[in-house]
């Protein structure tokens, strides 16, 4: 094989047993293992003591690609315990995201609470806010003005009934001695000679300083019936629901009621006639003036639109 004859496999054994400081006695199997190692190095063309420095290269080779093989396990160990250390970390950055997003959420939730409740009370602000503003323009009445419509009540007054209307504004000082039953029977006289921007200083000036009168609920109803007379209308529902508002359950309450929705209808403002007098079938369903709120929500139903102001009185 490979041109070696046993003599010079024999040789060359020898000479690697001497080389290896080996005896040629030694066990069987150590022979052959021997033999083995001595076809190898025959077989790659190396005898004597040059095919023991092969081996020995081979051997520093097989050395230090088992240390290299080592050094790679090393590096693999580290590798897997810095790849479980970022896992680790992984899952505390996820952990800190999910608790801050959950802290998001509730900070919303809250700021989303905090904002609801400020807006509704503010809405109920806004809604006592404007329940006292239409109390005060029920309850004043338009004071501010009150020259400029009493001026409107005589100059009306006098083209609807063809007399001149001509105040007889009594000064304060005189009429604080005067009796309270003398003072509204004097609106009376006003009243029903046509004398209506007399009648409604009388009557104001009567409710003013009697408030508990038994006869102060009628002389509020006077005063918004004079605005009627007047055609107006505007000014007639203010006082009607003052009157309506002093009394409740008053004698003249019901008539209020009956001509506040007359008011409304002949300034074109059905749905709030309605009203007016929906709650006069409901709180006086006996009375006649409930008789003829029924008459005219049929017709304001039925037609429409308002009728003349002068109807139903």
Known sequence: MYGLTPPKLDRGFARMLRCRGMRRDESPQATRRLWSAAVVL???GVAGCAGSGSVRRLEGDARAHELRLAELAQATADLQKELVALRGQLDAVRRELVEARQADETRDREAADVATK????????LDALAGAVRGVEMSVGGLSDQVARLESVSTTAAATSRREVRPKPT??????????????????????NGELAQAILDFEDFVARNGAHPLAGTAQFLIGEAYYSARDFQHATVEYRKAIDMAPKGERTPDALLKLGFAYRALKRPERAREAWTQLLQDFPQSDAASKARGAMREVSRVGKPTTATDNR
Do not use: S
């Open 42 to 44: 025959a077989v790659v």
């Open 118 to 125: 400020r807006i509704a009370g503010t809405e109920k602000r």
């Open 171 to 192: 000064p304060r000082a005189a009429t604080q001695a005067i009796a309270p039953e003398e003072l509204f029977a004097r609106g009376m006289d006003g009243f029903k």
